[in-house]
Structure formats: C-alpha cells, structure tokens
C-alpha cells in the first residue's frame, strides 16, 4: 500500500531554506512547544497533497512563504517555496512534488517531471489519497465537528469517498428526463381517451340535429304570422301619428329664422374672439422667448464674470512665483560662481602642496631612522587627537551650512504659509456666499411651487366642470349609437370581440375610476382580432355613414415589456394592467392601452415617484388625478354622490362661459408661474459652482496643513542641528586641551631625547648638514602635516566638485520653472482678455433683451385688453342666442311629443323587419324587400332626441309594404278600433292576449331547440375525431417507447450509484461499533460504548442524510451535540478510523485530536494506534485483537518497523501519547535562522 518516508520543504511558511523532515515511522509522534512550527508541517503535508490554500489559514498561495521578521532587502525576499512528499511502495520511491512560482501560482511534479493537476491528483488516488474527501488527515479543531457534522455532510462524505458521487450529475440529468418523458406519455393517453369521449358524444350530436330541423320549420311559420301580425299594429300608429305632426310643424319656421339669425352672430363674434386669442398667444409666445434667452444668458454672465476674477487672482499668483523665481535664479547664480572659484583656488593649493610633499620626501627618504618607542607612542596619539578634531571641525562646518539653509528653507514655507492662507481665506468667503445663493434659490423655488400646486387644484375643479357638463349632455345619444354600431360590428364580423372598456374589469371597485383614466380616448376603443378585421369594419362604417370608431388589432399591437422594478416601485402603488381582470387572449391590446401606466393610492405616493425618485411613468391616483410624464398635473372627478346632471337646470344662464373665463385665468396665472419657477438650471449651475468652491477649500486647507507639517518638522530639525552644533563645540574643546596637553608631554620627551642621542647623532647631523636633531624631527613633523593636509584638499576638492554640479542642477531647474510660469502668464493673460470681451459682449446682448422684452410686455397687455373685451362681446350673443332658443324650444315642445311616438312607432317597425331580416323570417311583402332594411340603425336618425322631417319621411320602412292576406281574420279585427290606445279597453285586452299566446308558443318551441343545442357540423366532425383518434393512437405508442429507454438508462445509472454507496456505507455501519467500542473500553467498562449509523431514506440514501449515534459507557441515547467534548473527539475518531478501513490511505495524519481527551482516553488512543500502526491496513478489528493491556502493546518496540505496515502521524503535546510512538519527530525555532527546525528520534531502537 505504500508508506511515507520523508517530507522535504523549501522556504515553506516557517520553514526556511531547505529541509528533510524524517524518516517517518509506522507510528510518528511529532512533538514540540506552541509556535515551533508544528501545525505548519500539517499545513506542508496537506499543501503538497492538494488542498486548497484556504484551507491552509491563508487566503492566496504567497502567503505561504518565508517572511523573516526582520527587514529584508530586494534581493533577499523569497518569491519560490516547495514542499516533497516522498512515498515509497515495493521498494520504489515516488516523489510528489508541488511548488509557489514567483507570480503566485502552483506547479506540480512526480518524479521530478512537471504534470497537470489532474494527473498529479489522479495519481496521489491510485495511493488512496482522495484530496477532495482528505481521508489522510484530521485538522487541529475538525475531529469535534465531524461527529456533529450534519446528516447531509455525512452522506456528501461517503458519496465521495465511495465514488458514488461521479453519476450524480448523470442521475440528476436522467431522471428529469424520465419524468418528462412520462408526463408527455400519460398527456398523450390522456389526449386518446379524451379524443375517444369526444367520438361518442358526436354521434349522438348527429341525432339530435335531425330532430331539432324538423322542430326549427315550425317555428319559422309560426314567426311569419307572428311578426306580420306585430307590423299590422305599428302601421296603424304610424298613420295616426304623422296627421299631427304636419299641424305643428308651420308654428316653428318663423322662430327658426330669427334663431337662425343669432346663430349668425354668435359665430362672428366667436371668430373676432378666436382672431383676438391668437394675436395675444403670437405675443405671448415671443415674450417667452425673449425671457428664456434672457434665462440661458444670465448663468453664463455671471459664470465669465467670475471666471474672470479667479483669472485675475491666478495672473497675480503667477508674477508673485516668477519674481520669487528670478531672485532665485539670480542667487543660484552667484552661489554656482562662488563655488566654482572656491574649486580652482583649491586645485592650486592642491598642486604646490604636493610639490613640497614630494620634495620633501624626497629629502627625508634617505635620512629618516626610526625613533624611540616613547617618542612615537606619543607622536602616534597627538596625530589621533589632531584627526579626531579636524574632523569635529569638518562636521561643525556642515552642521553650520545645514542649520543655514533649514533657515532659508523656513522663510521660504513662512511666504508660502501666507499665500495659502488667503487662498484658504477666499475659497471660504466664495463657498458661503454660493450656500446662501443656493438656499435663497430653493425657497424661492418652493414658494412658486406651492402657489402653482394652489392653481393646478384650482384649474383641476374648472375642468372637470367644463368636462363633465358637456360631457352629459352628449353621453346618452353617443352611448346609444357607439352600442348599435358594436352590436352591428359582431353581428357581420366574428372577430369582432367588444370595447376596451367590456373586455377588461378591476379586481377592486376603487380601481374603477384610474382604470377609466387611464384607458382614456381607448375605452370605447373596439378590439378585433387582426388589421384585416378592421379594415373590413372601417369599409362599413364608411358605406353605412354610421360614424367613426377606434380598433385595436390584436395582430399588429405592439407590445412593450413592463420593467418589473416598477411593480416594486413603492408599497401603495401598482402598475394598472396589474389591478385589471381580463382574459389572456386580449392582453396585447390591454397592455398597449395600459403600458408602464401607475396607479397610486394617493397624490402624495404619485408625486414621490415622479418628482423624487424621477420615474418616467404616467402616475394616476384612485380619485382621478393624473401627473403626466412631462410632470404636469391634471385630472380628477366630481365626487360620484352629487348628480351633475340634475343639478344643470339649477345653474344660471351662462355658466359655462364663466368657467371657461376662470379656465383661461388660471391658465395665464399658470404658466406665468412657470416661467418663474424654472430655477432648475440655475440651482444646477450653482450646485456645479458650489462644489468647485469646496473642492479648492479642501485643497486649499490641505495645502495649508502641508506646509505646517513642513513648517513644523523644520524647525524640529534646526533644533536637532543647534544640539549637534553645541556637542561638536564640547567636543572640539575638549580635543584642544587634550591635544595641548599631548604637546607638553612631546616636547619634554624629545628634549630628553636630544640630550640623551646628541652624541650619537652628532656625525649623522654634521654628514647631512641638519644643526641638530630637532631639525630632523621638524622635517619628520612636516612631513606627517603634508601628507594630513594632502588628505584633507581631497576630500574638499570633491565635496565642491560636488556642490557645483548640485547647485547647476538647481539653476536650470528653475530656470526651466521660470519659463514655464512666464508662459502660464501668458496664456492666462490671454483667456483673461477673451473672458472680458465675452463680458462686454453679454451685457451688450442682455440690454438689448431687456429693452425688447419691455417693449413685447406692454404689447401683451394690450392685446389682453382686447381679447377680454371680444370675450365679453361673445357672451353677450351667446345669451340673446340662448333666449331665442328657450323660446323655440317651447313652441317645438309639442312637435317633439308627437314625433317621439312616431319614431318610436317606426323604430319598433324596423325593429321588426330587422328581426325578419337578421332571423331569416320571411314574410309575404307587397313591394319592397327586406335587403333594403339596414341591419344597423346606427345611420338613421329616428331616436327622440334627433327626430326631423326628413328622417321620418326618407325612413326605409315606408318603401316595404307587408302582404297581410295570409295573416287570420281573427287576428287583425281589432286593431283598426278607436280604443286600442286604450289600456282598460276590451279591444287592447285581447290584443294583449293575442301577444301572450303568440309569445308563448314561440317560447315554447324556442325552449324545446334550445335544450337540444344541436351541432351543425357533427356530421363532418365525425370523418375527422376518426382520423385525429387514429393518429393519437401512433402518438402514444411512440412517447411510450421513449419513456421505457429513459428509465432503463436511468436505472442503470440509479443502480450502479446505489450499489457503490451501499458497498461503502454497509462497511462502515458494520465496523465502526467495533472501532468504538475499542477506544471506549476499559477494564470497569470492558464492553464499551455503542456506535451505529442509520439512513434516512433506506430507498436510495444517498438522496437523504446518514444518521451518526454514540453512546459512551453507562449512558442513556442522546444527540451527538449534547456529548461532553472527549465524547465527541472519541466518536469522531471511530467514525474516522471506520471511513479509514473502507479506503484507507498510505498515512493517516492527526492534528493534536487528543486535545480533549482525559488521560485514559489518551492511553487507550495511543494502545489503538501502535496495535493498528502495526497492522498491514487499517481494518476493522475483531475481537481476538482487542488491546488486552497497555504492556501486551508494548512488546515490539524493540523491533524494526514494517514499511507494509499502516502508518499514524500524530501531532500531539500530551506525554501519554508521544510516549508510545516508534518515531519521535521533534519541531523547535532555531532563535539564530529564525526557522523552524526538526530533530528524528527511533524510539523502537530503545528496550521498553
């Protein structure tokens, strides 16, 4: 099966560099203090085996390199890491590799060959290491959380674990598709059968049409005697009626003409009106024009005028910065040419020096002898101390020229400081005036707003008067003709389905009322079924002259989709095609005369939506109202407990003219406030405004705190540079004395030199000419001071090579910022000079504007005197047109009594023929026929109120003379009396009875066709059910087929899915009471605890969950969570190991799973694993090899571990259990690497 033997890791987390961690025994204890390391190695373990870096206490692979907590430079930083595991199987060694690349990704390796994940992870599973299910490892803190992991977790688990889970989506795939097909195979049975029911009825259909025929010819003879017998009896009326008529129509022409005549009048006044009106709108018109010009050119007036003032501020901050500029050039200047004489004069003292010094080498080359130790101790620390201060020396001299420039460096952040704070100060002052601006703005605006909210509910109540007045008088003769044209449209047309208004309802009453609003001009609007249908209809209306109509095709209607996040727009709001009823084969034309329109529980919602939240909708409230997208408001009904009708005869003469008058007031007030109120673009310009001055203000202030921290941190360092200056001077004075002291001491010492070796050298000095020894000495000293003196002109001479080269920099650095500012000067100077002619040129244009506009005002006021007076003049013909009418009214009043029973009379005879017409009655005629009869009477006028000569006269009904000959004696002998208008008379009574017994017996056979409700077509429907049975018939045989190959394929997939979760699932039920029962005996329990695994659905568990129970020693049945933590971790343990013996890995590698373990728990832990570790397999234990006692498991320590054996890595800081391992791995941090480091111990080699 394989065994781990080494783990190699390369800069992995705390492990730095590269190490071999191992060789890994049977049973590997690896031990250790807290923060060594260890949880690394588990972490090293599980990387290299896969898993994922979120599951290694990290977010991203880079995470998992060394960081060294000291500070490392750029080329130190470890971008690679690496971690091996070495396996070995037969005696073959196999090396999985996987590594951090320096871009942060993964690269995997077997043998030291570069692979694909896959391959890597395919072959890490012919081991028995399954990364997905991690079945070779047990993190720190998961041993508790497997036991209480859910019964849905468990079965995930095993699925995976068994390989089950490798046709779930194959399983899913197939058994949608058997379902489908089973629902298509029992809706086509279900089609046969209903096909074959269908059969059967029609066969009985055909009989009943043969006796319903025979029923239908007597009732058509019956209906011709009946209907002649009805236009017997309107012919009598109608002879009656027209001699009355002609005696009144001679009283009505002589107050016709004079009528006539004051019509006249009125519509000459009402054109001078109209001529008024539209001279009044042209002016109107033109002073809007000119006010919005004047609107569109005041915001860019005042923009330029103040894009000019910060052009001016701008153009003085420039000449401040390009004088500062210039007296830096010119300093620069200087400070370049002072360096650069200071650099000659030093290469010439440079050049005598070393002259001298090698003249006077030369010299002393050949005649200097060493000198005496005490002499050259002395001179050797008088060099020390004159070094030490020349340096001291050269230091205070730069700390001097550093405090120098922090200096210059202050004045120039002071003047800086300055300069920002009148930035900061102006940027302040524009931002508050823009606030006040903006706020005085807004309340203006709301002002104007509620004043025009005030006239729009003032206007809404003059409209719906106007509206609803006229509308009244109208409504009962349009809605009478609209009804006879649709009834005509259905009788001729099929697909004629009905108005807008029939074929749709709300599903509450106090929607009826926006339903209607919203319908609008398409309520009455006729919906039919394609374009065709209604050209069809179109025709008729023209030939017939029966009026106009609205048709919605439903073929040709476009239909918008409905944005759903206007459904959810807000709580009291719905979208109206929601709050309506109707059938689904009309919602095309619903929805196009619905669209995105809103209804709103109140005017305040509408106005959240449309004006707040900036919804482009129509929104219409439940009392009417409507705010239109445009974002004007209009609508509103009178409230429906008042009758505006009856209360018409109680208005006075000419109210409809006042409120026409109030309408038009209120519209003029209207719009007015219209124009004043679009303040829009002005808030905007000035929030625009608003928002630059804030912007600049935190610049400004950002600018100035920026130079206080400079500000601040240069005056910290001058302070730092005066101490350091105060310690050099200590220091240099104290080197002066000791340096004084030094020269005393060497003085005394070459005095007593002399004396003591002038003998000695006396023929030395006189050979070389030297007067005495001190002349040598002197030579000697000089010789030391050149060569000092030598070092420092070198060390000078670069420093102002240096500095020159430095301070060149600086010149043209700000030679090239001069420039560049000289040139923002002048483009700045430029747009200035544009900006002030685009001034000059709006004011210029504004005054114009101003004086036209005046001028435009005073001629609109004349033009609304005039108008006013020809509105006047019109009511005055209006009310002398009304008294004449009032007058001919009650002299027609008569005439229009007698006209209506003549109509009446003539409609109910051409109702009668309609009826013989439409029914197909024919009666006997004399001359004419029933063609001629129209079959709408939406194109004759013959309704009371629209009665003339003509129209009486020109009536079809005249031009068709019955045949009365075959109707009986016996039913027309009364009709020609005197006193059948009579109702008490005994002639109207058996009229009466004639009706009822005419009406019944029709009734009676009408009832007997109508209970049979025959089928015309069942004979021709029959040949057809036939042939559609027989094809069904093919139907299901086919889709019966398709379902039995779909579930045999599906249960296949369904059984070998089972049959390996069953095979895994029956291993573990059945072994892990003996692996629990294990770690849970002991010599008071020697039984031990219980342990078992039930399924929750025994059919297929794998679509439900597995049930984990553990019950302790002594213990009663309870839920795994209510288990003391040493219970959980000894259950999770015996699940694991359960699992383990199924598909047991080379390893199992256990983080510290005895945290929560009592010392016998740990004991018997460890008895359990050394037994197993010696095993070839983790199996399931029987009871010969039950632990029997601690000693018994001990006696192979002193041998040397199997490789076949199964191996237990265990992480563990508990002495019970490390104590019993074959293998010790020690971890500790190396303090001096700052690395984590491992020691190998073999504790088998050790006797118990």
Known sequence: MGQLIQIEVENFKSYKGHQIIGPFGSFTAIIGPNGAGKSNLMDAI??????????????????????????????????????????????????????????????????????????????????????????????????????????????????????????????????????????????????????????????????????????????????????????????????KDNSDIANLSSQISSLSSESSTANTNVESQRRFQAKAFKDLSKADKNVKLIEKQLEENQPTLVANKEKADAISKKISILNSNIESLSSDSKRQQSMESSFGKKYFKSQSDEANAISEYYMLESRLNTEVQSLSQLLNDTSLKLSTMEMKKSRAEVKKDELSKQLSEKKEQKRAYNTQLSEAKSRLSDSSSNKDKLISDIAKTKKSHEKIKAKELEINEKLKIILQQISQTRAI????????????????????????????????????????????????????????????????????????????????????????????????????????????????????????????????????????????????????????????????????????????KSNLDKWERGSINSLIKTRDELTISLNKLTKERNFSHLIENLEIQLADAETQYLSSNDNLLRINRWLESCS????????????????????????????????????????????????????????????????????????????????????????????????????????????????????????????????????????????????????????????????????????????????????????????????????????????????????????????????????????????????????????????????????????????????????????????????????????????????????????????????????????KNVHARFSVVKKSRHELFTKMYQHISQSIDKFYKILTKSNMFPIGGTAYLNLENNEEPYLGGVKYHAMPPLKRFRDMELLSGGEKTVAALALLFALQSYLPSPFFVLDEVDAALDLANVVQLANYLRLRSSQTQLTAPGDENEITSEKNSRKSKGKKPDPSNFQFIVISLKQPLYERAGTLVGIYKDQQSNSSKTLTLDLNQYPE
């Open 46 to 239: 599980s990387f290299v085996l896969g898993v994922k870096s979120t599951h290694l206490r990290s977010t991203q692979l880079k995470e998992l390199l060394y960081h060294s907590p000291h500070t490392m430079g750029p080329n130190e930083i470890i971008k690679k890491a690496s971690v091996t595991v070495v396996l070995q199987e037969n005696n073959a060694d196999f090396r999985f590799k996987r590594s951090i690349t320096a871009s942060g990704g993964s690269e995997y390796s077997i043998n030291d060959k570069l692979v694909s994940f896959q391959d890597y992870k395919a072959q890490l599973e012919k081991f028995h290491i399954i990364t997905k299910a991690k079945n070779f490892l047990v993190f720190q803190g998961d041993v508790e959380a497997i036991a209480s992991q859910s019964s849905a977790d468990l079965t995930e688990l095993i699925e995976i674990m068994s390989g089950s889970i490798e046709f779930r989506n194959e399983y899913d795939i197939l058994k949608r598709e058997e379902k489908n097909a089973a629902e298509l195979s029992n809706s086509s049975f279900n089609k046969k059968r209903a096909i074959a029911a269908e059969l059967k009825a029609v066969l009985k259909q055909k009989s009943e049409l043969e006796t319903y025929e025979k029923k239908k010819s007597e009732l058509v003879k019956l209906n011709v005697e009946y209907m002649l017998w009805k236009l017997l009896q309107q012919d009598s009326k109608i002879d």
């Open 716 to 1043: 910290v360092e001058s302070k730092n540079l005066e101490r350091q200056l105060d310690v050099v001077d200590d220091e240099l004075e104290l080197l002066s004395s000791e340096i004084s002291s030094l020269n005393n001491e060497l003085s005394k010492a070459s005095s007593k030199f002399n004396k003591a070796s002038e003998p000695v050298f006396r023929e030395f000095c006189s050979k070389y000419n030297f007067s005495s020894i001190d002349e040598f000495n002197s030579i000697i000293e000089n010789k030391k001071k050149l060569s000092k003196k030598q070092l420092e002109f070198d060390n000078h001479i670069s420093k102002l090579e240096n500095q020159i080269l430095f301070e060149h920099e600086q010149l043209e650095i700000i030679n090239n910022d001069k420039s560049r500012k000289q040139s923002l000067l002048n483009q700045v100077n430029e747009d200035l000079i544009a900006t002030q002619a685009e001034i000059q040129a709006l004011e210029s244009t504004l005054s114009s504007q101003i004086k036209q506009l005046s001028k435009l005002r005073k001629a609109h006021n004349d033009l609304q005197s005039s108008f006013n007076s020809e509105s006047n003049k019109l009511t005055e013909a209006r009310n002398l047109y009304a008294d004449l009418t009032s007058s001919l009214d009650v002299v027609t009043k008569s005439k229009s009594v007698k006209e209506t029973e003549l109509a009446k009379s003539l409609d109910k005879k051409l109702a009668i023929l309609r009826k013989c017409r439409l029914e197909s009655i024919n009666i006997p005629l004399k001359s004419g026929t029933l063609t001629s009869v129209p079959i709408s009477l939406a194109n004759i006028s013959t309704r009371p109120d629209g009665i003339s000569e003509s129209s009486l006269v020109n009536n079809p009904v005249h031009n068709i003379k019955p045949d009365y000959s075959s109707l009986p004696q016996s039913s027309r002998a009364k009709l020609n009396s005197k006193n059948i208008s009579d109702p008490n008379s005994e002639e109207a009574r058996e009229i009466e009875f004639l009706e009822t017994s005419y009406s019944s017996k029709i009734a009676s056979i009408n009832f007997e066709l109508s209970s049979m409700a025959p089928i015309s077509h069942a004979r021709e429907k029959l040949n057809a059910l036939q042939q559609k049975l027989e094809d069904s018939d093919k139907e299901f045989a086919n889709l019966r087929n398709v379902a």
């Open 473 to 644: 008088e109208n409504e009962s003769k349009k809605e009478r003709k609209d009804a006879e044209i649709l009834a005509a449209l259905k009788r001729l047309f099929k697909n004629v389905y009905g108005r807008i208004s029939e074929l749709c309802k709300p599903t509450q009453r106090k929607y009826e009322l926006a339903a209607i609003v919203t319908f609008g001009k398409f309520a009455d609007a006729i919906v039919v079924d394609s374009q065709q249908t209604a050209i069809e209809c179109i025709r008729y209306l023209r030939e017939q002259r029966a009026g106009k109509a609205t048709f919605l095709p439903l073929d040709s209607l476009s239909n918008n989709s409905v944005s759903d996040t206007l459904r959810r727009a807000h709580p009291n709001s719905r979208l109206v095609i929601d709050v309506l009823e109707y059938d689904s084969k009309y919602s095309r034309a619903i929805s196009f005369v619905c669209g995105s329109n809103i209804v709103c529980d109140t005017l305040e919602v509408a106005r959240e939506l449309c004006y707040n939240r900036n919804l482009s909708v129509k929104a219409i409230t439940l009392d009417g109202s409507v705010i239109h997208k445009s974002g004007n408001i209009t609508g509103g009904t009178f409230s429906k407990t008042g009758s505006l």
